[in-house]
């Protein structure tokens, strides 16, 4: 399985039609997280699992992991979670697709692909543009958290984010986890590695103000 796929290729630039939240969801009026480069999904489908309270949705560039993640939906009949397969940033910048964002109380992007070298920081997936997306389709108070244990992208996605006026830093104080989309702090595949790697992790959430 490729590990990096280019996300600027234009194989990606038609998306898939996503049905509206009532056929994907059992209850389309609960709050919705995005996980954003999601991979296999395991991280959503512990979550979803765990608090059916809320539902989640991941978007995913590998379209094979995306395929087996929907397979396994399925079966398991789950009815809070549901995949995605694109680049993001077209998924979300695609003006049908705005319905989504109706329930979006939240977004993750854990553990990005950092992309290292200089030539390559346009295939980010935190751009200005990307931001500025996301500044116009969420509603007040819906959060971002972002993770990562590359001290160089953390700064990256921290100055791009901060540099949208709609965006501002919640002080981790202050924030309660137990009302998150994540109140059992359950850890993506990455930040299990990191971790047992004893690796340092960076992490800010913001809110859209
Ligand atoms: C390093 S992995 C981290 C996976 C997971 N979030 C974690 O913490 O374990 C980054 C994932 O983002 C996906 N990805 C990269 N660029 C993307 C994009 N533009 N849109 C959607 N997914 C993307 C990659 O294919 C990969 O699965």
């Given amino acids: ?17 996503i049905p509206s939240l009532t056929e994907i969801f059992g209850d389309p009026k609960l709050n919705l997280h995005l996980d954003i480069g999601c ?15 809320w539902n989640y949705f991941g978007i995913e560039i590998r379209e094979k992991l995306v ?11 789950i009815k809070n979670l549901y995949f995605v397969f694109g680049n993001a940033h077209n998924i ?10 109706k329930n979006v109380k939240s977004i993750s992007l854990y553990f990005p692909d950092p992309w290292f070298k200089k030539r390559h920081y346009k295939r980010r997936i935190i751009q200005p543009e990307f931001i ?30 901060s540099s949208n006026f709609n965006f501002k830093t919640i002080d981790k104080k202050d924030f309660k986890y137990s009302e998150s989309f994540n109140p059992n702090k359950v850890k993506t595949n990455r930040e299990k590695y990191v971790m047992v790697n004893e690796l340092n992790i960076f992490e800010k959430v913001y809110i859209k103000i």
């Fill in 1 to 17: 399985m490729r590990q990096h796929v280019n996300p600027l290729s234009r194989n990606f630039n038609e998306t898939e039609s």
């Fill in 39 to 53: 991979a296999a999904g395991e991280f959503l489908f512990d979550l979803a699992l765990l608090n059916t309270s």
């Fill in 67 to 77: 395929k087996t993640a929907k397979i396994k939906v399925r079966e398991r009949e």
């Fill in 92 to 101: 979300l910048n695609d003006a049908k697709n705005n319905f989504i964002f």
């Fill in 132 to 161: 500025n997306i996301l500044s116009n389709s969420l509603q007040k108070g819906s959060l971002i958290f972002i993770k990562t244990d590359v001290k160089d992208l953390f700064d990256h996605m921290d100055s791009t984010i």
